[in-house]
T-cell receptor, first 112, second 113 residues
Framework: DAKTTQPPSMDCAEGRAANLPCNHSTISGNEYVYWYRQIHSQGPQYIIHGLKNNETNEMASLIITEDRKSSTLILPHATLRDTAVYYCIVSPYGGATNKLIFGTGTLLAVQP | DTGVSQDPRHKITKRGQNVTFRCDPISEHNRLYWYRQTLGQGPEFLTYFQNEAQLEKSRLLSDRFSAERPKGSFSTLEIQRTEQGDSAMYLC???????????FGSGTQLSVL
């Protein structure tokens, strides 16, 4: 079973920041938080991951609370092409398998 | 980097027939994964290879499913005696050893009539 809880859907206005929350209250000390997204009819795409520090890359920022029980993915300036299902996943980094257990994610709809 | 390639993109078959899908991972990616995804659900892990060795299979994976990765390059997933419940998107992903990023293909959409 997925170890994360996400809202099933969210809306965001084009050009505004999209803030996607994720709860992972049972996260273990060796588990990272990963975010992937899946645009319709495509395979999932890696966005970002982190352990306890905030992370930023060209796609997004990841804010992890100090107790690591929740996190927020931030898309700073959402575009229509960011409409997708966003998955928050916790998993050990570089584990024996490195398989990812997906939940049902959050469907982000960016509105014009 | 040409990405993960899956073939075919779509497959329609009759119940009871056998089907085979192919996945070509990114070159030099040692790890290869198969996932299955049904409508409204996230991808579900099926099996994992490191090079040519199949190291893990989901307990949910029926005996009708078999996967191979000869020579540690491309992989095939075969489903024997297909059932309507096998209708799903079958996704392949690859990664470098102990790297956190999985690169997914666009999947094979299977419809069993």
């Amino acid at each position: 079973d997925a170890k994360t809880t996400q809202p099933p859907s969210m809306d965001c206005a084009e050009g505004r920041a999209a803030n996607l929350p994720c709860n992972h209250s049972t996260i273990s000390g060796n588990e990272y938080v990963y975010w992937y997204r899946q645009i319709h009819s495509q395979g999932p795409q890696y966005i970002i991951h982190g352990l306890k520090n905030n992370e930023t890359n060209e796609m997004a920022s990841l804010i992890i609370t100090e107790d690591r029980k929740s996190s927020t993915l931030i898309l700073p300036h959402a575009t229509l092409r960011d409409t997708a299902v966003y998955y928050c996943i916790v998993s050990p980094y570089g584990g024996a398998t490195n398989k990812l257990i997906f939940g049902t994610g959050t469907l982000l709809a960016v509105q014009p | 980097d040409t990405g993960v390639s899956q073939d075919p993109r779509h497959k329609i078959t009759k119940r009871g027939q056998n089907v085979t899908f192919r996945c070509d991972p990114i070159s030099e990616h040692n790890r290869l994964y198969w996932y299955r995804q049904t409508l409204g659900q996230g991808p579900e892990f099926l099996t994992y290879f490191q090079n040519e060795a199949q190291l893990e299979k989901s307990r949910l994976l029926s005996d009708r499913f078999s996967a191979e990765r000869p020579k540690g390059s491309f992989s095939t997933l075969e489903i024997q005696r297909t059932e309507q419940g096998d209708s799903a998107m079958y996704l392949c992903a690859s990664s470098v050893n102990r790297d956190e990023k999985l690169f997914f293909g666009s999947g094979t959409q299977l419809s069993v009539l």
